[in-house]
């Protein structure tokens, strides 16, 4: 079966290739592809023309749309192309996809909500991002389901705060500043769950290789933690595992206390019970998730 994958040098990109399933033909696309890395494809998704092409000419079973412009803050300052990104490469796969017959497994996010309810959300919930990212990546999400919605040939699959033992992530930036500080003031007001790239990745393949129909999945690990609570964390499993001598102090603050350009929903918790019935698929509990992929960190 082939499979089309994006953001294929990202750090869900890179999980989803280490654990390829057997019988799996993957084109592996990035924007840095055709360079020195020469295992992958380049295909810039802010070219809504060359995603379409790509899907005419390779003719996928599935696409995996797995990149993303996830520069949360930086968005705010770049909504146009926060927007062609993550709304724009979407609507251009399911547009190709209609003429090809293949289905598309689109990665989205928690920033889809606004976080005010108090209580985990269900996939079936309206949609009602607050900043930039957020509304582009639920743009996104309704060109798919306007274009392949009723065919069930589209799974979006949302996950939230994800973290793997390579690229750019919380987990990583929290063990450098454990090592080089004294003390790190992270925001406690803000909850959600971390997902590790190892069990997220293994959902995706899930998906494609059971034929989900679901239009909706959410997928996070298990239980709920604030930035803080994953902040201590980091220090305590690091330390445990030999990778820090000592762990900083940390201080929970506000978020008025850390302000950032893009707001972000207070309760982001992902209710995924019933996505992970139809995944089939135990979850983890966050801490364990965090402590494997610390193992894993070099
Ligand atoms: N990170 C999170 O906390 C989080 C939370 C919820 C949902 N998600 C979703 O999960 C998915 C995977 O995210 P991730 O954490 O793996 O993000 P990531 O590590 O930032 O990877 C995203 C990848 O997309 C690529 N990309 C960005 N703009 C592109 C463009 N114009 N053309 C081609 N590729 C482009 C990036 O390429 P470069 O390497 O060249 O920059 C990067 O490799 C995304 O759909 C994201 O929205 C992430």
Redesign the pocket.
Known sequence: MKVLL??A?????QALRQQLPEGVELIAT???GGGADRSLLH????DAGACRAAVHEHKPAWVLN?????AVDQAESEPDLALA??GGAPRAFAEALLDTGGRLLQ?????VFNGRQGSPYRPDQPRDPLGSYGRS?AAGEEAVEQLLGGSGRAVILR????IGPV???FALTMLRLHREREQIGVVADQVGCPTS?ATLAAACWRVISANLQEPVLHWSDAGAASWFDVAVAVGELAQELGLLERMAMVTPLTTAEYPLPAQRPSYSLLDCSGSRRTLGLAPTPWRQALRRLLEGVG
């Open positions: 994006t953001g040098a990202g750090q869900l990109g990035s924007r840095s295909l810039n998704l802010a797995a990149g993303a412009y996830t990104v993550n990665v989205s996010t928690d920033f990546k996950t939230s705060w994800v690229g750019k992530n790239t």
